[in-house]
Every structure is written in structure tokens, then in C-alpha cells.
């Protein structure tokens, strides 16, 4: 399996160098290093707490039977993070099973570009209207969210919270009910309220990047 993978485009990376203290992709040049998706641990969430530059959001409340699906980020070869993306899953609201994913990550990592079918690592002006289509909670913020464009499969939202983007994409695209509607999120870097909820598999779609 491999370590780290370009979270632009999932191409192998190049190690560092004594020339060069960074991944390479041979695409995208420079970029953080995409760690493979693991199972929800409080270790894992523990040790990024330490060392993540971004927020690691979960929600605050889940709907019954809903659970966390998988844990994945990205990060420097000296283990800062700059992305962390969390998978849940449970039963929607019309169409059977839903999977929603909730990224944080800084500026020019690319990783909520490649999940949501963007062509660059970054939203664009066009992507932001006069208004935001709704706003969810982050910590004491109510932070705006503006729908994207995306495959037909899914739907995804985008906006930016403590000078990160946040993204938000979920399957299918009926999903926006369950997206925004009430929901608050919160980082576990200062709270822990995440440890009560249950515990799945990891989810798929923190894998199927292409």
C-alpha cells in the first residue's frame, strides 16, 4: 500500500530529498502528502489534534444510526497537517444509504477540489454569488456555504471558516437536506463530544478519488 499520494490527482509522490525537503508529484510539483483513509480512533484523532494545522470538524449531533466512516489528511514531511477530511454514513431521507464527507484543509491543497470534480485546487471567484445558499455552525461562527457545481452524483457546498476552506460533499445528491439543515460542527482539537458517537467501516468514497 502506499504511504502518501498526490491529493490533487493520487499520482505516487516523489520522497524528499537533501535537495528538496518536500513531496513531489510529477504533475502538480510541490504538494502535501494524502495519508490513506483509516477507521475513527481516538488515537488517530488525538495525534492529529497535536499537530494539525486545520480544523478537524466533526458534527456536533448525528441522526439516529448514523456513525463515522473513516479519517483521512494530508500533511508535510515534517507531519504538519494541512487537509483532514472525515467520513459519515448512515440512512437519507428519500434514497437509502447517504455518505457525507467534511473536509478542512488549507488553501492550495486540492484535496476538496478532487472530491468535488473541480479542475483547479481551489474554488474560483465564480463559484461565490452575492449570497451564500446556506450557512451551517462552526464552533460559535455561522459560517456560509455556496453550492457547487458537481457530478451528477452528489452535491457539495464550499466556504471558509478560521482562514481554512470547508467543504462539505455528500451522496446522493439529495443529500443537501441532511447537509445543511441545522447542522453544527465542531473541532476536536478542543472538543471531544465526537467519542459518543458509534464507529463504522471506512467509507468508500475516502478512497474512490480517481
Not at 101 to 112: F, H, N, T
Request: net charge negative; with cysteine.
Amino acid at each position: 500500500m502506499r504511504a502518501v499520494e498526490c491529493p490533487r490527482c493520487g499520482k505516487d509522490l516523489l520522497p524528499p530529498s537533501l535537495l528538496e525537503y518536500q513531496y513531489r508529484c510529477p504533475v502538480h510539483g510541490q504538494v502535501s502528502g494524502l495519508r490513506q483513509p483509516v477507521p475513527v480512533s481516538d488515537t488517530d484523532v488525538a495525534d492529529l489534534a497535536k499537530r494539525s494545522a486545520v480544523p478537524i470538524w466533526f458534527p456536533r449531533n448525528l441522526p439516529e444510526a448514523w456513525l463515522l466512516t473513516g479519517l483521512r489528511w494530508a500533511e508535510s514531511p515534517r507531519r504538519e497537517t494541512v487537509a483532514v477530511v472525515l467520513g459519515i454514513s448512515g440512512k437519507g431521507l428519500a434514497q437509502g444509504p447517504t455518505d457525507v464527507l467534511i473536509l478542512a484543509e488549507q488553501p492550495g491543497c486540492g484535496l476538496g477540489a478532487r472530491y468535488t470534480g473541480l479542475a483547479t485546487p481551489d474554488p474560483d471567484e465564480e463559484c461565490f454569488g452575492a449570497s451564500p445558499s446556506s450557512r451551517v455552525r462552526t464552533g460559535h461562527r455561522s459560517t456560509g456555504m455556496w453550492s457547487l457545481q458537481a457530478p451528477t452524483d452528489r452535491v457539495a457546498f464550499v466556504g471558509e471558516a478560521d482562514g481554512d476552506w470547508l467543504w462539505i460533499i455528500g451522496w446522493p445528491d439529495s443529500a443537501w437536506s441532511l447537509l445543511l439543515d441545522g447542522l453544527e460542527l465542531v473541532d476536536a482539537r478542543y472538543d471531544d463530544s465526537y467519542k459518543r458517537f458509534g464507529v463504522g467501516a471506512v467509507n468508500p468514497r475516502l478512497k474512490a478519488l480517481g
